[in-house]
């Protein structure tokens, strides 16, 4: 059966994408980004086993846990009440994590984006993914729920000005290269949503392989993905600053 033919392809993304940043059709993005770092970005200071080394090698390991069906149960409820999506429960939860680990009040956790927003982009093979850094304060006398409304309102404010590329707001942000650490952030959310289904064809079952990656892109990254009522988590780390089980 032959494919379905597509309106446009990544080479007509692409153009438009140079267009608009060429021609000020992201200005208002970028207004958005810039008014968000105004100067001073946060970085923050977690205790790691190693000291840094001088250049980030990307070493890394990989840690699985899983939030059971009840517990699960009970956050999407915490997030139902403020109408807050399961990711945004999850970011208002690592940051206060976050918090209690450095002390911080000011901090930025990247996430990455399909970057599809168009309708034609959907089905188009290509590289659209995009790092949006989210900063948020989980100043301690905050409870909870209010917390959580200022993430919710963050990260729409985010990721309705998600077509400024990454390498784009880092040069315009003047971040200075340091070779110890990424620009502008160093932890990550990533929460999947699509299933990994698994097939049988005349006999043989084909199923996802579960990859065991020994890099890390960043310190710390966690994947979340929702299976059968619960939170399956796998919490990347650079084992240049990491050791196993610390």
Known sequence: QPLCPVNITY?????WQNRSSGDG????????WQDIYPDNIPRLNFPTDFPRP???????????????????????????????????????????????YTGQEDI?????????????????????????PLRNFPIPDLTY???????????????????????????????????????????????ENYEHPSYEVEGLKISAYRLQNKTAKFPIMLWANEVDGEIQFLLEYSTELFTPGS
């Open 11 to 15: 080479k007509d993304y692409a153009v």
């Open 25 to 32: 059709g992201i200005a208002q993005s970028e207004a958005y």
């Open 54 to 100: 001088e250049n980030f090698k990307f070493h890394g390991e990989g840690y699985r846990f899983t939030l059971e069906s009840g517990e699960t149960q009970k956050l999407k409820e915490t997030g139902a009440t403020a109408e807050a999506t399961l990711f945004m429960n999850l970011l208002a939860l690592l940051n206060i994590l976050l918090f209690k």
């Open 108 to 132: 930025v956790v990247g996430c990455s984006t399909a970057g599809r927003q168009h309708a034609d982009l959907q089905d188009i093979i290509g590289m659209f993914v995009n790092m949006l």
């Open 145 to 191: 729920r209010d917390f959580l409304q200022k993430v919710k309102a963050s990260t729409l404010g985010a990721f309705a000005h998600q077509d400024m590329q990454f390498d784009d707001l880092v040069f315009k942000l003047h971040q200075a290269e340091e070779h110890a650490r990424q620009p502008l952030l160093e932890v990550c959310l990533n929460l």
